[in-house]
Structure formats: structure tokens, C-alpha cells
């Protein structure tokens, strides 16, 4: 049963630490999304990676936020530092993309990292 | 700029009635739609995918239609049980291989 992980599944922290959290998307996905998710927002794309390459981070403030594939097993999202407004659930989500096409033209998502930033 | 609109935001039934969820778009030229499941403290799960080119989706008790060029979409319900209460959420494919936009969402709650 092939499921997109993420970890931590909570995650308490005090404004100014630094947060990583880690995603494994479905062996054989080349594609892998970070969403965030609050009440007022909604769900909200961050990032994307094809093949591990960036190819969208322009929902990503990117002077605190920064995500990387590390190799193809795993996404990281790191803030730092940590701010209480970036209290939310932060997806990750997986995919098959090939000759420009999602293959199942779905997304996978994971379970969510619930982060809290006092 | 793709905008998704959801209405209701919120909904709640007594068990038994068939309901309708709306969903708006602004911008018509979509790859396809889908209509996702999200239950509390859950991630998502895709219910139905509408190509461009088609019309309505089945699977089971729901049916979503799409009229791509007025930019709605549908998600009827059937014959509402209690395990359907979650929140619904609707998001088109701009591009083949773009980003999926969502929209916030319709929390159903389907009283006993």
C-alpha cells in the first residue's frame, strides 16, 4: 500500500527556531508538492519539485522558507526562523509526471505535519 | 489568476438527502477538475477527476459535472450517510503538468 509520509506529525516550537519537516512521496513519483493549509488561506502551493529540480517555489516566502530534495526519497521544508503566523498544516503531496503529463493525474497526499509556533 | 469559490462553506443535513455542492472558477482554460475529500486531522483524497473534455463523473453515490465554459462544477451527493461528513474541496489543473488550485472548501456535516 503505497502512501506519501510525513513526519513529524506535530510539531510545538517557539518563535525563532528553526523547523524541518520531511516528506517521503510514493517510490517511482518524479514529482513532489508542498502545500500549507490554514482556515483563512486554504490550501496554498509553496513549492514543486520534478525530478528532485525546483520548478515553482513562488508561493514560498523565501527569506525564512527554503525546500529541497535531498535525493529522491525525500523533501524537506525548512523555516527559519519560525514565526507564528506560519502556524498551519503543511502538506506534502506526490506525483508521476511523464512527457509533461501527470500519469495518474492525481496527486498523492500525505497525512500533514500540524505545526505550532508559539 | 485562477480564483476557486466553494459554496456553502458549510453545510449540514440530516442523514438521508441528496445535496449539491457548487464550485466557480474564473478562468475556463482547465486540464481537468477534481473534486477531493478531507476528514479532520486528515490528508486529501482525490473522489473524482473530470477531464476538459467531459461533462459528469460518477463513482458510487456521487456525481460531479462540469460546465467548463461558464466555470462551475458540481458534486452531488446521494442518498447522504454520517461517514460522508468532511470537508469537499474543489481543484482544477490549469495546465498539464501545472499546479492543482483549490478552492477552501464545503464542510459537510450529515446529521444521524
Known amino acids: 500500500d503505497a502512501r506519501v509520509t510525513q513526519t513529524p506529525r506535530h510539531k510545538v516550537t517557539e518563535m525563532g527556531q528553526e523547523v524541518t519537516m520531511r516528506c517521503q512521496p510514493i517510490l517511482g513519483h518524479n514529482t513532489v508538492f508542498w502545500y500549507r493549509q490554514t482556515m483563512m488561506q486554504g490550501l496554498e502551493l509553496l513549492a514543486y519539485f520534478r525530478n528532485r529540480a525546483p520548478l515553482d517555489d513562488s508561493g514560498m516566502p523565501k527569506d525564512r522558507f527554503s525546500a529541497e530534495m535531498p535525493d529522491a526519497t525525500l523533501a524537506t521544508l525548512k523555516i527559519q526562523p519560525s514565526e507564528p503566523r506560519d502556524s498551519a498544516v503543511y502538506f506534502c503531496?506526490?506525483?508521476?509526471?511523464?512527457?509533461?503529463?501527470?500519469?495518474?493525474?492525481?496527486?498523492?497526499f500525505g497525512p500533514g505535519t500540524r505545526l505550532l509556533v508559539l | 489568476k485562477q480564483e476557486v469559490t466553494q459554496i456553502p462553506a458549510a453545510l449540514s443535513v440530516p442523514e438521508g438527502e441528496n445535496l449539491v455542492l457548487n464550485c466557480s472558477f474564473t478562468d475556463s482554460a482547465i486540464y481537468n477538475l477534481q473534486w477531493f475529500r478531507q476528514d479532520p486531522g486528515k490528508g486529501l483524497t482525490s473522489l473524482l477527476l473530470?477531464?476538459?473534455?467531459?461533462r459528469e463523473q460518477t463513482s458510487g453515490r456521487l456525481n460531479a459535472s462540469l460546465d467548463k465554459s461558464s466555470g462551475r462544477s458540481t458534486l452531488y451527493i446521494a442518498a447522504s450517510q454520517p461517514g460522508d461528513s468532511a470537508t469537499y474541496l474543489c481543484a482544477p489543473l490549469m495546465n498539464r503538468d501545472d499546479k492543482i488550485i483549490f478552492g477552501k472548501g464545503t464542510r459537510l456535516h450529515i446529521l444521524p
Open positions: 473530470i477531464q476538459s473534455s467531459q
Open positions: 503531496a506526490s506525483g508521476l509526471v511523464r512527457d509533461g503529463t501527470l500519469v495518474q493525474e492525481t496527486q498523492y
